[in-house]
């Protein structure tokens, strides 16, 4: 049937049928649980990561005490796109503002303070937007320029050995998404195109007024306007309050 999908909807594998919109909602959920692992496993320094194994606490289910619970990403899923707030910078924000030891929990995560926080954080990074891509590009020229003492790399090893540089201050995906597009370099480009799309698809307005027209590839713009309205966004990217 157009614009339906089917997913496994309980433990016996059983198939049913959700709408296009539910199916990006339920992607989304996914997303941000995966988004909120990577941040508590980095807070937590865990030998062990955790979110290998499902949560019934978050993921829904039964646990050990026989109490039922929902799946908080669901909801979660729902708020982000109710709220229209960016999820990458929303589990960050909570992380980077939760006191040591104590990290935010799913079901906090779009709690009045961390709404407020997260309020802030795009308020004060609004001005730092239009400034990012000369500053990222200083940066690459940068480490392109150190990366000469090794003269066994050509221009286009020096270029994709900084675009990979953990400690390079290239700090954004999307930014490194678009280089390595720009330098035809596809196999780079993916290694960052999940959270380069998901930065982009929730901060559409902002980059295009601030990025320089025609860096960021028209295939990702289309496809995060598209993803967008499968999710029944308004076109208008507001500051929550």
Same mark, same amino acid.
Not at 52 to 81: C, F, I, M, Q, S
Not at 89 to 97: G, K, Q, S, T, Y
Not at 107 to 117: C, H, I, P, R, V
Not at 159 to 173: E, H
């Given at each position: 049937m157009?614009n339906?999908?089917?997913?496994?909807?309980?433990?016996?594998?059983?198939l049913?049928?959700v709408?296009?919109?539910?199916?990006r909602?339920?992607?989304? &959920?996914? %997303?941000?649980?995966t988004?909120?692992y990577?941040?508590?496993?980095?807070?937590?320094?865990?030998?062990e990561?955790?979110?290998?194994?499902?949560?019934?606490?978050?993921?829904?289910?039964?646990?050990?005490?026989?109490?039922?619970?929902?799946?908080?990403?669901?909801?979660?899923?729902?708020?982000?796109?109710? @709220?229209?707030l960016?999820?990458?910078?929303?589990?960050?924000?909570?992380?980077?503002?939760?006191?040591?030891?104590?990290?935010?929990?799913?079901?906090?995560?779009?709690?009045?303070?961390?709404?407020?926080?997260?309020?802030?954080?795009v308020?004060? +990074?609004?001005?730092e937007?239009? &400034?990012?891509?000369?500053?990222?590009?200083?940066?690459?020229?940068?480490?392109?320029?150190?990366l000469?003492?090794?003269?066994?790399?050509?221009?286009? $090893?020096?270029?994709?050995?900084?675009?990979?540089?953990?400690?390079?201050?290239?700090?954004?995906?999307l930014?490194?998404? /678009?280089?390595?597009?720009? $330098?035809?370099?596809?196999?780079v480009?993916?290694?960052? %195109?999940?959270? $380069? +799309?998901?930065?982009?698809?929730?901060?559409?307005?902002?980059?295009?007024?601030a990025w320089?027209?025609g %860096?960021i590839?028209?295939?990702?713009?289309? +496809?995060? @306007?598209g993803?967008?309205?499968?999710?029944?966004? %308004?076109?208008?990217?507001? /500051?929550?309050?």
């Amino acid at each position: 049937m157009k614009n339906q999908r089917w997913i496994v909807t309980d433990i016996d594998g059983q198939l049913q049928p959700v709408a296009e919109s539910e199916f990006r909602l339920l992607q989304l &959920a996914e %997303v941000i649980r995966t988004m909120y692992y990577i941040e508590y496993n980095r807070y937590m320094d865990l030998d062990e990561p955790a979110g290998v194994k499902p949560n019934p606490r978050w993921d829904g289910g039964t646990d050990e005490r026989g109490v039922n619970h929902k799946n908080a990403w669901d909801k979660l899923a729902r708020d982000v796109v109710a @709220r229209r707030l960016n999820p990458v910078r929303l589990v960050r924000v909570a992380f980077r503002n939760s006191q040591p030891g104590k990290p935010p929990w799913p079901n906090t995560l779009t709690s009045a303070g961390t709404l407020k926080d997260y309020a802030t954080h795009v308020e004060n +990074f609004k001005e730092e937007w239009a &400034a990012d891509w000369r500053r990222f590009n200083q940066s690459l020229k940068m480490r392109m320029r150190e990366l000469r003492v090794f003269p066994e790399l050509d221009e286009k $090893a020096r270029l994709v050995t900084a675009l990979y540089d953990p400690w390079n201050v290239l700090g954004s995906p999307l930014f490194r998404f /678009c280089v390595a597009t720009q $330098a035809g370099l596809p196999a780079v480009a993916a290694e960052f %195109v999940n959270e $380069a +799309f998901l930065d982009y698809l929730f901060s559409i307005e902002e980059y295009d007024a601030a990025w320089p027209a025609g %860096v960021i590839p028209q295939g990702l713009r289309d +496809f995060a @306007r598209g993803v967008r309205r499968n999710l029944g966004y %308004v076109e208008e990217n507001t /500051c929550p309050t």
